[in-house]
């Protein structure tokens, strides 16, 4: 079952604008991972919060975990065209069977 | 850097062919993982091994099969390909320890059964 769900589905925005993204999951979890991907590649890993985390950066990337909302952001800061891409978050549920479960991403489009 | 390689980008084959995909990782990775995506479902595993000789199954692993006989190399078999299994296979490995870490992905092999 989808553990992740992104939303929004697609986002458009300006280079130099700031571009969020969220995921929303259901049941508890060890951690909390964000991957990106370029058209028609692999997946990149880019960032994990763990649960008892609150808030991670990583260069432009930003990442907040709220467990008692179940839910994640990431903030991409001042985009870039190259940051044009597909976005995902994954989540590592509590006490399963240590299987990662992808949501269905946000493809994120940054216009030059 | 962490390198996972698979056999081929693009692949096309017949309905009822069997076909190998096959995946290799240069870290010493214990853990590997074969996935496929498909537009609005997002990323579904179909197997996964923890060591050399073991499987697992994943959230779909009907007409699939895998095969790890070393620890670098994870293979996925279909049986008998059929136009369903049209997709974009992705493969992933981690590191020994914390299976669910950090997952190193492939390029992908975009499969298309005719």
């Known amino acids: 079952s989808q553990q992740g769900e992104e939303d929004p589905q697609a986002l458009s925005i300006q280079e130099g604008e700031n571009a969020t993204m969220n995921c929303s999951y259901k049941t508890s979890i060890n951690n909390l991972q964000w991957y990106r991907q370029n058209s028609g590649r692999g997946l990149v890993h880019l960032i994990l919060i763990r649960s008892n985390e609150r808030e991670k950066h990583s260069g432009r990337l930003r990442v907040t975990l709220d467990t008692s909302k179940k839910s994640s952001s990431l903030l991409i800061t001042a985009s870039r065209a190259a940051d044009t891409a597909s976005y995902f978050c994954?989540?590592?549920?509590?006490?399963?069977?240590?299987?990662?479960?992808f949501g269905k991403g946000t493809k994120l489009t940054v216009n030059p | 850097d962490v390198k996972v390689t698979q056999s081929s980008r693009y692949l096309v084959k017949r309905t009822g062919e069997k076909v190998f995909l096959e995946c290799v990782q240069d870290m010493d990775h214990e853990n590997m993982f074969w996935y496929r995506q498909d537009p609005g479902l997002g990323l579904r595993l179909i197997y996964f091994?923890?060591?050399?000789?073991?499987?697992e199954k994943g959230d779909i692993p009907e007409g699939y099969s895998v095969s790890r006989e070393k620890k670098e190399r994870f293979s996925l078999i279909l049986e008998s390909a059929s136009t369903n299994q049209t997709s974009m296979y992705l493969c992933a490995s981690t590191g020994s320890g914390h299976p669910q870490e950090t997952q190193y992905f492939g390029p992908g092999t975009r499969l298309l059964v005719l």
């Open positions: 994954a989540t590592l549920p509590r006490g399963g069977s240590e299987k990662l479960v």
């Open positions: 091994s923890y060591d050399v000789k073991m499987k």
